[in-house]
């Protein structure tokens, strides 16, 4: 009897285990039989056959067929496969239709069905088979798939567009592209066709038809798109995204479909950070299905897990579109799994790769109330949910094969089982995962997972599976392990460790591997190591980059092991130089958060290396002083203090940076340095005093007063010098809060001595500066430092208009020395008036009533200046000197300038000349038209100012024709806006006008009286 088929079966359900074996056997020629075995799993089987008689191969192998298939429709499960034994000359012939390898039970009747496409009273649904043969890779299925496409069932369409993109055959080119050409089949078939074509084309073509697909986008983006670098295309995109969001979907959407090495970076990295919301959630719905059918397992695992993990909302992304993919993203899996297709690793494995420590949630009880039969009682049951019971797929690839967990009854979150319910139970010599065999055969995938994965849960389960691939770990190379020992958690620390032990040479040590274990943060691993490392530490620290990757470590304990080592052992001078060179390079490095190592390290360097620290050079001790880690900044300060030259001449900018930190010890070091200057280095180095004395902080300011108040008059040129250079600095603005007063403080008190050389150009600048402490000392300096004898009185009115009191008081004292200046040049000396200060106004009111009114040097339109000025104390005493040295000859000049002004209170002052003004004319009434209207036109306003003005006009109309026009033209116009009561005095005005000039028109009309007939 010769096998030349047989299919093992296995069905598990609960306790249920069992196996059904199926054989085809040749007992002759063209003489074959169906023999099967049933039973438990670990027991004898039953063995029983369909044939009672030989039949032909055929018959026999559609027997064959019919039996597989009715084992499968009850929930067996296919495990194994063997072909059949070659055929002879004349099968063969025969089977032209198959494959070189046989088609299973499975897959012939995916085959039988879909031959059977127009029955619709099938029970398995066409479009199903047609999903299954995709997920079969069925080619033999390809020429009925491309038959049915174009049916005008969508779902259908759609379904058959998937698996041809899986089947990935040259012969679906053609239909898959007439039918993306059709508009008139469904959006979302069309969108998968277009990603299967994609798929199956290569080379040019491929290149030809994406850019067909990508001709919406504008040239710079497709040209960087296609052709790169990923810099520019990124820059582009950017640009692009600025756009609505539905414009960036349709656009990512697109970029996924080219997917090359410049869209795939900038493409995973928006998927990782997109929102869930409208036009932009499609978009990922899409790009989701399209990576389920390319295998993406990158995309598929990022997509994946942001649906499992991203809260649902009110968008798109609502509660029933979470639960449906957290399903969806299983059920590919388990499918993939079952169907043994080496995708499932990978895509399984990225998915892993996504989740970290920091996705677990807090473990939480659930508590139900259940009546116990033929009772009145209730039995409390709890249920405990782990920390990451909420995503799905992550459980059921960890613990798929585990007795601790199961699935609620709600079947969305894991729990543990009852046996559990009060400890995690952890079983480490257990596989708990699903599908462990498929996991067993791509051992590196596994591997790469767990050098990137940041979650201890994933770090178990792949230290379980490599555990049970000896020789893969066994040939795995040093650098490998040296990627499992840099992972955070001790499991996998372990097992490297384990693996470790036994390669290990004393006599030839794997450096790389030994620096590993001594900076793993597992104890052991460092322990370990270090037992490693003693009995031949002297030989080990003579490699200079052996020695500093140990100095330098992340763990304390072996920096502290490795400063021990280098204190006992003697290394060459060479070797110390070149230690010396890479602590200083990994000191450069360092950030805010490493400050405890950058401590350690410097004062591993002050201890060791002494001698060395004394000639470095400027640049490494300016890098180290401006550094982000306070530590060493600090380090810098030390050096200086060690230094050969800098000791007694520190680099200013050095010691400047260390006292101006926040940091109390970088500045403590920086005071250090300064108390151990000597006087006659500080004068040599004016600079320093210069910096310190004007420091940010006010406790090295006083640090620096004493020396240099002392420096000052021990050598009267340095005293001279630092003043001058104090003077200018508060010229130039963006000291920090404090310094400028306290430099004018200093300047005003200990160093005044230092100031009578002042020129009296930079007082003025000092007094006109915008810094209050700059104007305080340039009021000191005023007296001393400026002659008032070649001030001008214009010089003389911006003093006594400045901000401080001191100027305006030395200003007015001035004016009192030398009145004959002033009244030399009085439009000068008016401008007093305008002063913005009180105390200055009325001290020019009673300057000039004692000293210039009565010398009649005012003239009247100096006089009118006055009155110009918009403030009422100024209008005042320009009227009182109006008044006071009226002169009748100009008093048709004061009425017309001082009618206008906008002022009441000097239309009132001027209506009190109209009685100066007197004419026939009608012209010296236009001169002052503009007066009468502004008078006039007040509301509720001056009513003593308009009586005048009425009285007035009323007086000058009587005189003459051309004065009665004037008055008509201005009465006419204000009747006509005026109020009640000033509109019956125009009207009296113009109606006496009207009797004296009948023949002058006026507004007015007589109407006749309205006579009414009375009732």
């Given amino acids: 009897m010769k096998l030349h088929k047989q299919v093992i079966l296995e069905f598990r359900e609960g306790n249920s285990d069992e196996i059904y074996e199926i054989d085809l056997c040749e007992i002759g020629p063209d003489q074959f039989v169906v023999n099967f075995r049933h039973g438990h799993r670990g027991t004898t089987l039953s063995e029983g056959t369909n044939t009672d008689e030989p039949l032909s191969f055929s018959d026999a192998e559609l027997m064959f067929e019919e039996l597989v298939t009715s084992k499968t429709t009850k929930g067996y499960r296919e495990t194994t496969h063997t072909a059949i034994a070659p055929l002879s000359e004349q099968e063969a012939e025969a089977q032209v239709t198959k494959a070189a390898s046989q088609l299973t039970a499975r897959e012939q009747a995916i085959l039988n069905r879909l031959s059977r496409d127009k029955d619709t009273n099938h029970s398995w649904k066409l479009s199903r088979a047609v999903w299954r043969a995709g997920e079969f890779r069925l080619h033999e299925a390809e020429p009925v798939l491309i038959s049915l496409l174009g049916s005008g069932d969508p779902m259908l369409d759609y379904a058959v567009a998937w698996s041809l993109g899986r089947l990935g055959g040259t012969a679906s080119r053609a239909a898959l592209s007439l039918f993306i050409d059709d508009e008139n089949n469904a959006p979302h078939a069309r969108r998968i066709a277009t990603v299967a074509l994609a798929q199956i084309l ?92 390319r295998c993406d397992a990158e995309v598929f695992g990022i997509l994946a897990y942001r649906f499992e993990t991203t809260k649902s909302g009110r968008d798109r992304f609502r509660k029933e579109s979470k639960f449906y993919f957290r399903r969806r993203i299983w059920w590919t899996l388990k499918r993939m799994a079952e169907l043994e297709q080496p995708e499932f690793v990978p895509m399984a494995a990225h998915l892993l790769r996504q989740y970290t420590d920091g996705d677990a949630v807090p473990e939480r009880k659930k508590y139900t109330y259940v009546p116990i039969p033929k009772t009145y009682r209730y039995q409390s049951i709890t249920v405990r949910y782990g920390p990451y019971a909420p995503y799905l797929a992550l459980n059921q690839l960890l613990y798929g094969n585990s007795p601790r967990f199961e699935l609620d009854k709600a079947r969305r979150y894991f729990c543990f089982q009852k046996e559990y319910q009060g400890n995690d139970g952890l079983l480490n010599n257990v596989r708990e995962e699903a599908f462990p065999e498929l996991w067993e055969q791509q051992p590196q995938v596994v591997f790469e997972m767990l050098t990137v994965s940041c979650c201890e849960k994933v770090h178990h389960f792949g230290v379980h599976v490599l555990r049970d691939c000896p020789s893969f770990c066994n040939e795995m190379e040093s650098s490998s392990l040296i990627s499992l020992l840099e992972t955070p958690y001790t499991v996998t620390n372990h097992y490297a460790l384990e693996l470790a032990r036994p390669r290990y040479d004393a006599d030839s040590p794997d450096l790389d591997l030994l620096t590993a274990l001594a900076n793993c943060s597992y104890d052991e691993a460092q322990k370990q190591a270090w037992e490693w490392i003693t009995p031949v530490r002297e030989t080990l620290f003579a490699n200079s980059d052996f020695a500093v990757a140990l100095l330098a470590s992340p763990q304390p304990q072996t920096r502290q092991h490795a400063r021990q080592v280098l204190r006992e052992v003697d290394l060459s001078t060479t070797v110390r130089r070149e230690i010396l060179k890479q602590i200083f390079s990994r000191l450069y490095k360092l950030d805010e958060i490493d400050s405890r190592l950058a401590a350690e390290l410097s004062q591993m360097l002050l201890e060791n290396f002494e001698k060395d620290l004394q000639r470095v050079n400027l640049d490494v001790l300016l890098y180290l002083a401006a550094h982000r880690v306070p530590e060493l900044r600090r380090f810098a300060g030390e050096l200086i203090l060690l230094h050969d030259t800098f000791r007694q001449a520190p680099p200013v900018d050095v010691l400047v940076a260390l006292l101006s930190s926040k940091q109390e010890i970088v ?304 009465l006419n116009r204000q009747s006509a806006t005026a109020a009640i009561g000033d509109k019956s005095r125009a009207i009296e005005i113009l109606l006496a006008i009207h009797a004296r000039y009948p023949t002058l028109p006026t507004i007015l009309q007589l109407q006749p009286v309205e006579v009414r007939n009375g009732v």
């Fill in 202 to 293: 290569t080379g040019e073509e491929q290149r030809g038809f994406l850019e067909q697909q990508l001709h919406g986008l504008p040239d710079n983006l497709l040209k960087s798109a296609l052709d790169g670098p990923i810099e520019l295309f990124e820059k582009d995109l950017r640009e692009f995204r600025n756009e609505s969001d539905k414009q960036t979907a349709l656009v990512m959407e697109s970029l996924y479909l080219l997917n090359n090495e410049f869209v795939r970076p900038v493409l995973l990295t928006w998927l990782q950070s997109a929102e869930f919301k409208h036009d932009l959630f499609q978009a990922l719905r899409h790009i989701f299905k399209a990576a389920e059918l």
């Fill in 667 to 970: 500045v403590d070091v920086g005071i250090q340095i300064f108390l151990q200057l000597s006087p006659e280095v500080l004068k040599e180095n004016e600079e320093i005093v210069f910096q310190l004395i004007r420091h940010p902080q006010e406790k090295i300011r006083e640090l620096m007063r004493p020396t240099l108040i002392e420096l000052a008059q021990s050598d009267s040129l340095f005293g001279h010098q630092i003043s001058v250079r104090l003077v200018e600095a508060l010229l130039i603005s963006g000291a920090s809060e404090g310094v400028p007063t306290y430099t004018m403080q200093l300047l005003c008190s200990d160093l005044r001595g230092f100031l009578n050389d002042v020129p009296s150009r930079q007082v003025w600048q000092l007094l006109n500066s915008k810094s209050g402490p700059a104007q305080q000392l340039g009021a000191e300096l005023l007296e001393t430092n400026v002659d008032s004898i070649e001030l001008s009185v214009y010089d003389l009115v911006v003093l006594a208009d400045h901000d401080l009191i001191d100027v305006r008081q030395i200003a007015r004292q001035w004016c009192r020395k030398d009145v004959d200046k002033i009244r030399k040049d009085l439009p000068a000396a008016i401008k007093l008036f305008d002063t913005r200060w009180d105390d200055s106004r009325q001290f020019a009111f009673q300057y000039f009533r004692e000293n210039v009114v009565e010398s009649e040097l005012l003239s009247p339109d100096m006089q009118i200046a006055i009155c110009d000025s918009t403030r009422p104390d100024v209008q005042q005493f320009g009227r009182e000197l109006i008044t006071r040295a009226f002169d009748e000859e100009h008093a048709e000049e004061y009425l017309i300038k001082l009618s206008e002004h906008p002022s009441g209170d000097m239309q009132l002052f001027a209506s009190s000349l109209l009685g100066q003004y007197e004419g026939d004319d009608g012209e010296h009434l236009r001169r002052l038209s503009y007066f009468f209207a502004s008078v006039l036109s007040r509301v509720n306003r001056g009513r003593v100012v308009k009586n005048r003005v009425y009285r007035f006009l009323e007086q000058e109309a009587s005189k003459s024709e051309a004065n009665a026009q004037v008055v008509i033209d201005l």
